[in-house]
């Protein structure tokens, strides 16, 4: 296929300018050919999956990043039934994971299993997004171990040095376990859309409590809905 580079910005719900700079460095599995960039979606939709960042075409966006599929999951009801977790303890990324491991409420999962596959993803890239929140995941789905995603919430006790993009320790963990990487992406994609509201990252700075928490969830998806 063939896009502009703004066409894989938008894809990417990324700056031109970093898109273009990654594109030159080699990060972005894209082929340039002159101002068009030709890649396949199933690659770079893997990418992006594995480096935490949301995909979609230009033609999928209201579908995807508006949740108007009935087969995807929202955040609010991924994170009732992850749910939400305070002072969560650990002095490094290693062990803030395995207690976030440790709170995972499917009984069927193997918690060390995933606990591996975490540290393995993290080792791939940082799943530390800029302001304070990372969404650390498996790098592949786990459409055998869950019936639903779910996402796990952990204020953590003290912040925690986690390598992110914007160099800032992270305070607070989205834990995201999904059966596939098409609703990995639309909540990874609500998930930018609440994070890139300063007002909300400040607010998540407050360690609310888990109605007041969910309730600012459910206003953020309310909104995200109503944006043509």
Known sequence: MKFSL?????????????????????????????????FKKSVLEKWAFNHSMPFFL???EKEIYKGQNPDLTNLLPAMQLGGVFHDIKGADVESVLKSAVDKVPVLSINKEKLYKRLLEREALTSTGIGKGVAIPHPRAPLPEEIDKPLIITCFLEQSIDFAAVDDKPVCVMFLLLSRSI?????L??????????????EFLRTYPDTSSFLSRIADCENLLDETD
């Open 6 to 38: 703004n066409d894989i910005a938008r894809c990417l719900d990324l700056p031109v300018s970093t898109v273009d700079r990654w594109i030159r460095q080699g990060r972005i599995p894209i082929h340039r050919n002159g101002n068009a960039c030709i």
């Open 188 to 201: 990874l994609s609500r998930l930018a859309f609440c994070v890139r509201d300063d007002l909300f990252v």
């Open 182 to 186: 098409k609703n990995h992406l639309h």
């Open 58 to 60: 230009p033609n999928e």
